[in-house]
């Protein structure tokens, strides 16, 4: 395949960015999205020029590090999918790609595709973690947890933090990943003791990081690689309300 890519280069924080235009050839169907940007990058190496900065780490739609808005979208067409786990067979031979940073205003750019997302750093900071007495393991059947509870915590558990909701969002919100790692601990026994506390100073931590408002646009959960329902947002804002109302 031979296509063109136009990303966005920004030398750092400060400075202006701009889109460049890049031709890339001879790309298999097969590769991945990161790896034609590996092939691009070879490329600008060997021609002098500055490779292009992009996060990743696991490559296997685990980790959460990759971050780009390929065509306009989160992790791009493919739907529950990361952008590391999308493939070239996505797009036809002859096309122009547009590949852009994360988008919002508490996540800053660093350099080319790379975000500052430590903002999510300091929700999990403030709530994201419950109290447990130390020495021994307890035995795994020594809490009974219904199925129905079990699930769903499982479900919120397997946000991996990556940004897209933040990203798709018109507001920069970033709710639905809050909503997440709130509802999977409040959905545990273990998680009680904090469970009004967390909602409080998670939301709190939130609106002082940046992000912004909900408006229930449902563009976080459309992008969401692992799905995170929207119904985890209206959890969130109930576990709040019975919460303020105790204080």
């Excluded at 509870?149 to 798709?168: H, K, L, M, P, S």
Aim: hydrophobic share 40%.
């Amino acid at each position: 395949m031979d296509i063109k890519v136009r990303v966005w280069r920004q030398p750092g924080p400060s400075a202006a960015g701009k889109m460049v235009t890049y031709d890339v050839k001879g790309i298999s169907p097969d590769a991945s999205f990161l790896e034609m940007i590996d092939v691009l990058n070879e490329t600008l190496i060997l021609d002098g020029d500055d490779p292009i900065a992009f996060d990743h780490d696991c490559r296997e739609g685990i980790c959460g590090m990759c971050s780009m808005v390929v065509n306009g979208v989160a992790h791009g067409p493919e739907k529950a999918t990361t952008v590391c786990q999308l493939h070239m067979r996505k797009f036809s031979d002859g096309d122009v790609i547009d590949v852009e940073p994360w988008r919002a205003a508490a996540f800053p750019v660093i350099k080319d595709l790379v975000v500052d997302r430590s903002a999510f750093d300091q929700i999990i900071q403030a709530g994201g973690y419950i109290t447990a007495p130390t020495g021994t393991a307890p035995d795994a059947h020594a809490t009974p947890v219904p199925k129905k509870d079990a699930d769903a915590a499982f479900e919120a558990a397997t946000c991996i933090g990556c940004g897209a909701c933040v990203a798709a969002c018109p507001n920069g919100s970033s709710m639905l990943f809050t909503a997440a790692k709130i509802a999977h601990l409040g959905l545990m026994p273990q998680g009680q003791p904090e469970r009004d506390s967390r909602v409080i100073d998670m939301l709190q931590a939130q609106d002082d990081a940046g992000f912004g408002g909900c408006t229930n646009a449902g563009e976080c959960t459309t992008v969401c690689p692992k799905g995170i329902p929207l119904s985890l947002i209206g959890r969130l804002n109930s576990d709040y309300r019975k919460a303020i109302s105790k204080n």
